[in-house]
């Protein structure tokens, strides 16, 4: 295959929309629901509605948040590429803000006229959650699924960075490789405990993987990307058995380490496949509408779930309470995206200048695209 024809088939690539991260990441969602739901909540004595009959299962659902970290590595490198910093920078904000201070406001709202004596809440510590930079603050998160943003928001500016210095090739390796690296050294201890303010050791290697799982989809596999994945799996299953025994010591439940380690494996797996269009034919348009419901869902199930369920428990039964209460906050969501995400951000994204094409291969600029969209949205 000559130069311009790779060059040629990178294009048509970028043009693409992955449909399949777009399921992907409403199966995380949901996982984390069911985990609130059936697990956290009533074994952590938040509700005392409970469901002894699959929450031996569905403990393992907060491992949807490490899903969600592996796709956001994917697709957020996917939005830097060829956009300036503050086209990127205004992606962003157009991406998580305007859900999240919708967010904010009603589970405030919620909590404070239904939730006494559940959850306590005061007018500060809601107008610093807006700000979404309440750990800064040292102020307790609105709602507890919050603390993944903040991770989410150090890696933005990660990419920011890069994004300053200009998204290439050999630029995204060497973050790659400078990140691992000093992942290890912070777990070594080489490095002191608030460097990992930023390298996040916890879950670094998602963020990692998930790019380099882009390098794959966006060049191909090369000797660094196969030695890279493998290497953040092989962290993601360490870290993963760790984190798994202090969310066991927590909820008083013993974690089967096998069972860590497969649905670990099993996400790069999916996620590799993914990369290399291999799952392609799986793919359905119609996953876009699933992919939407995505964060809307992610920022209002929790408080106010566990509040519907411990004032109407005692009156439904708890099966139809649960089935309903995921359609009920499944619709939310969709009004959140219809209603609030779609119009916000397009003014949001005004703040941004042109999208200007990628150089990593110094080609020259790319044909027109067809109008299929980007890439899923994390």
Request: charged fraction near 15%; aromatic fraction near 12%.
């Amino acid at each position: 295959m000559n130069t311009g024809e790779r060059t040629y088939r990178s294009r048509r690539r970028k043009a693409d929309r992955l449909y399949e991260l777009d399921g992907l990441r409403l199966l995380a969602a949901l996982c984390v629901v069911l985990f609130h739901y059936t697990f956290s909540g009533p074994v952590g004595g938040t509700t005392s509605v409970t469901y002894p009959e699959i929450s031996g299962l569905t403990q393992y659902g907060y491992l949807g948040v490490d899903l969600f970290f592996l796709i956001s590595g994917f697709v957020v490198l996917m939005s830097a590429w060829g956009r300036t910093p503050r086209a990127f920078a205004a992606s962003r904000l157009a991406r998580l803000y305007p859900a999240y201070w919708l967010g904010v406001i009603v589970t405030g709202l919620v909590t404070v006229t239904l939730g006494q004596g559940m959850f306590d809440l005061s007018p500060v510590q809601i107008l610093v959650n807006l700000t979404m930079f309440q750990p800064v603050f040292d102020v307790p998160n609105v709602d507890v699924v919050y603390w993944t943003l903040w991770a989410e928001m150090r890696f933005y500016f990660l990419i920011l960075v890069v994004a300053w210095m200009g998204v290439t090739r050999g630029r995204v390796m060497a973050l790659l490789w400078g990140w691992l690296a000093m992942t290890a050294l912070v777990q070594l201890g080489v490095l002191p405990r608030v460097a990992d303010l930023v390298v996040q050791s916890e879950f670094a290697h998602y963020f990692i993987g998930g790019m380099a799982l882009f390098m794959v989809y966006q060049f191909g596999v090369t000797w660094q990307t196969l030695l890279l994945v493998p290497l953040c799996l092989a962290n993601a299953v360490h870290r993963g058995l760790g984190y798994a025994e202090a969310v066991g010591a927590r909820y008083g439940v013993e974690y089967d380490p096998r069972v860590i380690a497969t649905v670990i494996t099993a996400a790069f797996l999916v996620m590799a496949l993914a990369a290399v269009r291999a799952v392609r034919p799986l793919a359905r348009p119609w996953l876009v509408a699933a992919g939407a419901l995505t964060y809307p869902l992610y920022l209002l199930h929790a408080h106010i779930g566990f509040i519907v369920i411990e004032r109407t428990g005692g009156a439904v039964n708890r099966w139809v309470l649960l089935a309903a209460l995921v359609a009920v906050m499944c619709l939310a969501a969709h009004a959140v995206h219809r209603w609030v995400e779609r119009p916000a951000a397009p003014l949001l994204r005004r703040l941004a200048g042109p999208r200007t094409p990628p150089d990593a291969t110094g080609s020259p600029p790319p044909v027109p695209a067809r109008p299929t969209g980007a890439a899923g949205r994390c």
